[in-house]
């Protein structure tokens, strides 16, 4: 998992060194929205530069530019704007825009935590348990997930269910890891869907039901899920979801090949060799094979599917607001 950002999706994939003490610009808005935005920035309203920052940092309605995204972001958190203060603290532990600083980037999660923001303490406790600018606490980890948890957070249940199925900071329980997994999976996480699956599927902390494991490996592939739509993809195959389905699963196992899932690849190749499901396209089969080299795949997995990884930490997560 990742650290919490408020406002920034995936879009933060590069890393780009910049200067604090430059000074904020903002550029000429074609729109009167932007331009009153902008203008309340530079009055200094936390709110609005926090937005600014988003928009440098997210490429939307203002140039792409992690260095000024950097600077309104740490003007909004200076004046204890929330969303500011957790993406600060992203900021900091990736070095966007900015020299990397882990302890920074802890100071500024710890502020938002000491609000009680759900996901200021969902960070924090990620920064515990990852080592993030203190020193690893996996205990206290767990318990800032738990008063995230406690909050109705989506991630920080899902947390708290991998930490009792490794045993971080609490006594291994595959029982309690399923319920928290179940309960981030109400809230429609795809991540926590994909492991309530997983347990159900593999009996770890119940008894194995096949079929609500589809059902839960479903609910995160129409999310977009790889892992899920690769996983209810062999389910189809080998007849475990209670019915066989080789066009579907064709379909899926292509969806999470082309979101760069190698052993989805691996697979959907086979299907195209051998017309499982699809009509039989060895061009095509060697487009995937290829793909999956590429991604570290190069031979079948079996029918196992796609386990949780388990030893997987917490990090801070993106979402908007």
């Known amino acids: ?72 972001t740490k003007r909004a958190a200076e004046q204890g704007n929330l969303a500011a203060l957790n993406n600060l603290g992203n900021l900091y532990d990736q070095g966007i825009g ?22 200021g303490l969902f960070n ?55 319920l928290w997994f179940r309960a981030a999976a109400e809230k429609l996480d795809a ?8 347990c159900l599927l593999k009996g770890l902390g119940c008894k194995s039901s096949p079929s609500e494991a589809e059902s839960y490996f479903r609910l995160a592939a129409r999310q977009g899920h790889a892992q899920a739509q690769y996983n209810l993809a062999k389910m189809m195959l080998d007849g475990s979801a209670g019915y066989r389905n080789p066009a579907g699963a064709a379909h899926l196992l292509r969806i999470a090949a082309d979101n760069e899932l190698g052993v989805a690849a691996w697979d959907y190749s086979v299907c195209l060799e051998l017309g499982i499901g699809v009509a039989i396209n060895s061009t095509l089969a060697k487009h995937y094979r290829d793909l999956a080299a590429k991604l570290g795949v190069g031979a079948p997995v079996g029918n196992e599917g796609i386990n949780p990884r388990e030893l997987e930490q917490n990090s801070p997560l993106r979402t908007r607001p």
């Open 191 to 198: 991540e926590g869907q994909f492991y309530a699956g997983f």
């Open 98 to 119: 900015c020299e990397r600083s882990p302890k920074r980037a802890f100071e500024s999660f710890q502020r938002a935590a000491a609000t009680g923001d759900a996901v």
């Open 1 to 72: 998992m990742q650290m919490v950002w408020n406002g920034i999706l995936a879009v933060l994939l590069l890393l780009a060194l910049g200067c604090e003490d430059a000074e904020p610009k903002a550029d000429s808005a074609p729109d009167a929205e932007l331009t009153t935005l902008l203008r309340q920035a530079e009055r200094g309203d936390a709110a609005a530069q926090w937005e600014v920052g988003f928009h440098y940092l997210a490429g939307e309605k203002l140039p792409l530019n992690y260095e000024q995204g950097f600077i309104w």
């Open 124 to 178: 924090l406790g990620c920064c515990y348990q990852r080592g993030t600018g203190v020193e690893p606490d996996y205990a206290l980890a767990f318990t800032y997930f738990q008063r995230a948890a406690d909050l109705k957070m989506p991630e920080a249940m899902r947390a708290l269910g991998l930490s009792h199925f490794n045993g971080w900071g609490t006594p291994t329980n595959r029982t309690l890891a399923l």
